[in-house]
């Protein structure tokens, strides 16, 4: 039973997406919204990213505005707001509730209160050196910080403390970053950086820590004060490469039991000490030699741990979380069935590990002409992650490596052989992206584990297990057409195109021989209680061993391939891509099994697909999963060619969803993009509207369209929404475009998902779901309809699509400027006269 009364409910939204911020929060709302709609009260949403599909859900009122104090506070006004919940938006949504309060006025009337966290401890984390002060006299183990404000001061505290420096903004003004100074050159500029984050000029100056170990634990604490962990990981990588940067794994392998119980405890302090109702993300530091531990971070609110965590353990996090919020007791939660009773008060338990790696958008940025500083620091440079599941750390880090990238190629031992030994002991000492196969080069070569450990900091326990890793594919690679090496190879992680690679011949017949062989993978559930107690089981990992737990889940499922992980260019639009079709698949009421590896992804919630199977998405394994479940199609983005070719050569029915391979190339500064949007179900073309784009916006052009004769004898297989570009000299908005003679030949292309979205809202057109109605052969009267009068309805033309504020020079250091409409990382819109 809750103790919180509330009529109106708040959710605040996490924005654009950003270095650090995906789809999490747009999942946590999105699954819990339904919650609290079931037990009587009004929901409602208020966010700017177009990509957000909690915009679309049913269960809320949504407002579509940007995330500013006066938006919230109209919004609080005119919907008789009593409560608000940040802590689902994530730190954005609570740094933005926690300047609305800040600014209420007497004539705003009662302050809503806030689910999760009081008002006082919401403003007390706003402020990081308040907070750490706070934690230290509470007798917790913390890092002495500074604060200071002009230079003078800055540089009197540099005599006091000496380098290495971490040095953070107070106050930021979007995401902070943690900025290591190791030498005296770097200090004013670090400096310089931090006070342009800060909204109040402000920085906070402490000691460095670099060099020790990086875990995070997830808790949660009820009203009563119960708590629980819910998982823990530790990096590879020692602090001073940015946690997003680094490999990371669940759950530890190297942090002795009495440890992780002190940092349990520790984290269970500060939960009781903000009297939390909810999830919290505690990320430590550890000295392997003294054993000091340092609390380095406090996240009362859903990030990116939490959805990881919800992923790798099948532990509900953010149901938990909401009735926590509620002020419901742990004890008292009630889950779905698809849970075991009582659930929610188990702390669950890992039967496997996985492995997380980092996605950069070097390769990206490279095709389009722009160079980036590639060393690896304290900022992020990731744009996105993927997960690979596994019995030991070896088969969760080849399925891990298998999911990060599309071409396995990449990923041979011999990749790294051109590295000189100079360079290489460069990137071991300043590391780069591809970092485990460098380490594995460097074993090859003959380096010693202990002087690896020593230069990397990395745990000696890492370098055994990849000089594990090379000993086995050096020794299939000698043992061609082995049976032995071939189920050797398959039950530590590899791949039948990896296989191939070493043999010198073709995935297929790889693929034959573990067919003649009864070399197949068994699936196990992903349980919270690791099967101890019954549970309708939704979510598969493969392994090799004796007993298979999936079983077909129907004879009409639909079979969806993910976007995997984020990168530019298919980022959270793309994930927003493939949710939507589920949802459709399921209201079209087909079963549906998705196959995706990304934790931030949408399309992994514990309730949007039948099943699913958290799976690298190459085509041995997409089969592997196509003979078990016998779909009647499988629906693929369509930039995954070489995976759509080589399932047609097997002969499944695949239905594409349009995509480009890469991003098309947006306009130049000095020009002006217009681009003919148009839908085709697979038999006719319709025209949809005309969009302006400019370096950095797009907006509808609100005229009248009819179809040219050119696209009337056009005929495009796959549905879905087209376009065709053309540009024009100047960058004046303008009401009324001319589209005659434009050539349709070169210049007619899939529209990118992130255009799609923003579409889809502004005309309230599900154009997504179309295409799926299209795909399979369902489009009813009313689509009909629809698509022959598309030109009498209504737009909503005050918004345009605009570029986030995503701090790309102090990510990356480009050499040119990157336009964030193009490369979807991160966009919002904004209203105007």
């Not at 020790?212 to 590879?236: H, T």
Request: glycine share 6%; proline share 4%; net charge negative.
């Amino acid at each position: 039973m809750s103790n919180i009364t509330a009529k109106n409910i708040l959710f605040i939204g996490a924005g654009s997406n950003d270095f650090g911020l995906e789809s999490e929060h747009d999942a946590a709302i999105y699954q819990v919204m339904p919650e609290l709609k079931g037990h009587g009260i009004n929901v409602f949403l208020i966010d700017e990213n177009p990509y957000a599909l909690s915009l679309e859900s049913l269960a809320a009122e949504t407002i579509w505005k940007p995330l500013t104090v006066e938006n919230i506070k109209q919004v609080i006004k005119h919907n008789h707001i009593d409560t608000v919940l940040p802590l689902f938006g994530g730190v954005r949504a609570v740094r933005l509730w926690a300047d609305v309060v800040q600014s209420w006025e007497h004539g705003d009337g009662l302050v809503p209160q806030t689910l999760g966290l009081s008002i006082d401890m919401l403003l007390r984390i706003n402020n990081l050196a308040d907070f750490t002060k706070f934690m230290a006299e509470a007798g917790l183990p913390v890092i002495t910080s500074h604060v200071v404000k002009a230079q003078d001061d800055a540089n009197e505290l540099l005599r006091e403390l000496q380098v290495p420096l971490m040095i953070r903004s107070l106050h930021p003004k979007n995401t902070n970053t943690r900025q290591m100074v190791e030498r005296l050159d770097e200090f004013e500029e670090a400096i310089d950086n931090a006070k342009t984050q800060s909204m109040t000029q402000e920085i906070i100056i402490s000691k460095a820590i670099n060099g020790l170990k990086e875990i995070g634990m997830e808790v949660l604490r009820d009203f009563r004060g119960n708590k629980m962990k819910i998982g823990a990981s530790e990096d590879m990588d020692p602090i001073g490469i940015h946690t997003a940067d680094s490999l990371s794994v669940s759950p530890t392998l190297t942090i002795q039991d009495q440890i992780l119980e002190k940092m349990r405890m520790y984290a269970f302090q500060v939960a009781d000490l903000l009297e939390l109702q909810g999830v919290m993300h505690v990320q430590f530091a550890f000295d392997d030699t003294t054993g000091a531990i340092y609390i380095i971070k406090v996240s009362p609110y859903i990030d990116q741990m939490s959805s990881r965590m919800a992923l790798v353990t099948g532990y509900p996090v953010m149901l938990v979380a909401i009735n926590l919020a509620m002020g419901i007791a742990l004890e008292d939660i009630v889950l779905s069935h698809d849970f075991g009773q009582k659930m929610a008060m188990m702390e669950p338990m890992m039967d496997h590990i996985t492995v997380k790696l980092p996605i950069f958008p070097f390769g990206e940025l490279e095709e389009s002409n722009v160079s980036v500083n590639r060393q690896l620091n304290s900022i992020q440079k990731s744009v996105g992650s993927t997960i690979g599941f596994g019995r030991t750390f070896i088969e969760a880090l080849e399925k891990a490596i298998r999911s990060a990238h599309f071409n396995n190629a990449t990923f041979s031992p011999t990749n790294m052989a051109h590295v000189s030994d100079d360079a290489l002991i460069q990137q071991l000492i300043h590391p780069e992206d591809n970092r485990v196969l460098l380490l594995i080069e460097a074993i090859k070569r003959g380096y010693e584990i202990d002087e690896l450990a020593e230069l990397t900091n990395i745990d000696e326990f890492y370098f055994y297990q990849l000089r594990h890793l090379l000993q086995l594919e050096l020794e299939i690679e000698k043992d061609v057409d082995s049976i032995v090496s071939l189920r050797r190879g398959k039950r530590y992680g590899l791949s039948d195109g990896l296989i191939a690679l070493f043999w010198d011949t073709d995935f297929k017949i790889i693929r034959a021989l573990t067919k003649e062989h009864n070399i197949d993978p068994t699936y196990k559930a992903l349980e919270p209680s690791a099967g101890e107690f019954p549970e309708n089981a939704r979510q598969y990992y493969s392994t090799y061993e004796e007993e298979n737990e999936s079983e077909q889940v129907s004879d009409n499922t639909v079979l969806v391939i993910g976007s995997g992980a984020f990168r530019l260019g298919d980022a959270a639009s793309g994930g927003y891509a493939t949710t939507v079709v589920l949802s459709e698949l399921r209201r079209l009421q087909y079963h549906t099994v998705i196959m995706n590896n990304n934790a931030s992804d949408a399309t992994l919630m514990q309730n949007l697909a039948d099943k699913q199977y958290l799976e690298p998405l190459e085509i041995s394994d997409v089969m592997k999963v196509v003979e078990l479940e016998n779909p009647i199609a499988i629906i693929v983005p369509g930039n995954r060619r070489k995976l759509i070719k080589a399932l047609r050569e097997l002969n499944q029915n695949v239905l594409i969803l349009p995509k480009e391979k890469h991003t098309p190339s947006g306009p130049e500064t000095t020009q002006t993009e217009f681009a003919l949007n148009v839908f085709s179900d697979g038999h006719q073309i319709y025209p949809i509207n005309i969009t302006q784009h400019m370096v950095g916006e797009m907006r509808i052009v609100p005229q009248i369209v009819d179809l040219p004769k050119e696209l009337t004898q056009t005929h495009l297989e796959n549905p879905g929404v087209y376009q065709v570009i053309w540009c024009q000299n100047g960058n004046n908005w303008v009401d009324h475009v001319e589209v005659s003679n434009i050539s349709y030949d070169t210049w007619l292309r899939p529209m990118p998902f992130g255009q799609v979205a923003f579409i889809s809202k502004v005309m309230q057109v599900q154009w997504l779901r179309m295409t799926v109605r299209s795909l399979l052969d369902r489009m009813t009267e009313q689509d009909r309809k629809l698509l022959d009068n598309v030109n009498k309805l209504t737009l909503q033309t005050d918004v345009r699509l605009v570029a986030s504020n995503i701090d790309y020079e102090l990510h990356l250091q480009p050499t040119e400027p990157i336009d964030g409409t193009r490369f979807e990382l991160g966009v919002g819109i904004k209203h105007y006269e």
